[in-house]
């Protein structure tokens, strides 16, 4: 999708695109293009249910007069609340409107906004970034589509006063975008295509890509590192674990760095304590939470981020095999302590608990979050609104809820406590990998925070948010690469220098 921004000029072919706000109030250009094609934008709300809300749109085609072969009015909503999350909507509708029309060029007018808290060159810029996040497909695999199946709009010209400054803006979104859109190519690759040692290979081409410093660690290299949680979940698999550590050193100091930890379950069968069929069609997305890590890494390295970050992935197959981890078994993490694991479909959380602890151990980090797609109680409590976040301190965690709704990629704060630690018992090791049944998500995030020991930490269980069913948002259906934008907007705003 090319993207370009220039001044406001009405005289464009193709598609033109104007706004209307609420209550059918018509926008600077808006009025003027009706007053060129003799009032007809006007006639056509007044006769159609139109009302300007956000997100809404109306198509007419171009009368004689204007080189646009069709005008598509774009609702607004009340302008003095656009936001940036709420911009990007709008651009993300605007592609969901004009996807299956035929014109290849779009052009769209943006106007300033009295009362807005963005100026109009940041309206511009957040439209495009979200109606380039929604134009994402996946066509890797498909051998016979057709151009109908496709959109035809491959050009989408903005315009708006001095274009130049929403060009500059939009910039540093792109590259954010291209961490979405790398972290849903990966959730969308096939476990045959992505396991963890193919994953590993291609994180190491990062480096000559983005400028990313790669490290992997081996299964050889996390033996010695005592990492037998980690390990215990992947021995039933042909393909090795890995561990990929990717740093980010863009401040000018050398200050502890923020660190992300992803879960990286590349396929998870459950192992011996096996799925049914039909919960297993989709876990090849079980390494959203790594997908995330790497976006982010990405995107941070993309826009030249003035931060020091390191982003750690713990990848494994979850298999069963003869070699297989059994119900029963009792493995050693890395910290010391020892696992019962009761449940083999329970593995994220093993994956985590030496991942974690490698990532506080070696890099002190200022804080540390991981992302995971953890556990299914999640969703019964949340469903696909929001992410859980269970944090270890308050204001990390204030500064993710922040973070959230300013992207759209919301979280609603679960609790923590010894309360939930009770169920953890067991009777022949430091503890097991499930509870009771009740408060799964709880328990599991409890059972990760004895891994972080004081580094101000936070879990987000991106269970629920990292695959959608149909068109969302700025999401088409599929992979959302959800938590590239969130943890972006939060390192802009609380840690970059």
């Not at 005289?11 to 007809?40: E, F, H």
């Not at 590239?484 to 840690?495: H, M, S």
Request: hydrophobic share 45%; no cysteine.
């Amino acid at each position: 999708m090319k993207i370009s921004f220039a001044e406001l000029d009405l005289a464009k072919k193709g598609t033109l695109v104007v706004g209307i706000a609420a209550d059918r109030a018509l926008t600077a250009s808006a009025a003027v293009l009706d007053a060129r094609i003799g009032g007809a934008i006007s006639r056509a709300v007044g006769a159609s249910r139109f009302a300007g809300k956000a997100g809404e749109t109306l198509e007419i085609l171009a009368p004689v007069g204007v080189d646009a072969s069709r005008i598509v009015l774009l609702g607004l909503g009340k302008l003095a609340e656009i936001d940036e999350a709420k911009a990007e909507t709008l651009g993300a509708s605007l592609f969901a409107a004009v996807k299956g029309h035929p014109e290849k060029d779009l052009a769209i007018a943006v106007d300033p906004v009295v009362g807005a808290s963005l100026s109009a060159q940041d309206i511009a810029a957040e439209i495009a970034y979200g109606f380039l996040l929604r134009s994402y497909r996946f066509d890797k695999y498909h051998t016979k589509l057709k151009a109908e199946d496709k959109a035809a709009v491959e050009k989408l010209t903005v315009m708006v006063a001095d274009a130049a400054v929403a060009k500059k803006r939009y910039q540093n979104l792109e590259k954010v975008a291209d961490g979405v859109v790398y972290a849903r190519d990966l959730v969308t690759e096939p476990g045959n295509i992505l396991n963890p040692e193919t994953y590993a290979e291609k994180l190491k081409g990062l480096e000559k890509a983005v400028g990313l410093e790669i490290e992997v660690l081996t299964v050889k290299d996390m033996k010695k590192l005592g990492m037998g949680s980690l390990l215990g979940v992947g021995q039933g698999s042909v393909s090795e674990s890995r561990i990929v550590i990717m740093r980010w050193q863009g401040a000018k100091d050398t200050s502890a760095p923020i660190a992300f930890v992803g879960k990286g379950v590349t396929f998870d069968s459950g192992g011996l304590s096996l799925k049914p069929a039909k919960s297993m069609e989709d876990m090849k997305w079980d390494m959203g939470g790594s997908a995330a890590v790497v976006g982010t890494m990405i995107a941070l390295a993309g826009r030249k981020a003035k931060v020091n970050a390191v982003g750690v992935v713990g990848l494994v197959e979850n298999m069963p095999s003869a070699e297989a981890q059994r119900p029963g078994d009792v493995v050693t993490s890395m910290s010391g302590q020892t696992i019962e694991v009761l449940n083999t479909d329970a593995e994220g959380r093993l994956v985590l608990a030496d991942a974690l602890w490698y990532t506080q151990d070696r890099f002190k980090p200022v804080a540390m979050i991981n992302l995971a797609t953890l556990t299914g109680a999640i969703i019964i409590g949340l469903g696909h609104e929001h992410a859980g976040l269970f944090s270890n301190n308050d204001a990390l965690s204030d500064a993710i809820l922040t973070a959230g709704k300013a992207t759209g990629e919301t979280l609603w704060r679960m609790p923590l406590g010894e309360a939930y630690a009770k169920s953890l018992k067991s009777p022949i090791a430091d503890f097991r990998n499930i509870g009771d049944g009740t408060a799964g998500s709880v328990v599991a995030a409890v059972f990760l925070e004895k891994f972080v020991n004081e580094v101000p930490w936070a879990h987000l269980d991106i269970a629920g948010v990292a695959w959608g069913g149909s068109d969302r948002g700025v999401n088409p259906k599929g992979a959302t690469g959800w938590g590239v934008r969130l943890l972006d907007k939060l390192v802009r705003t609380k840690y970059e220098a």
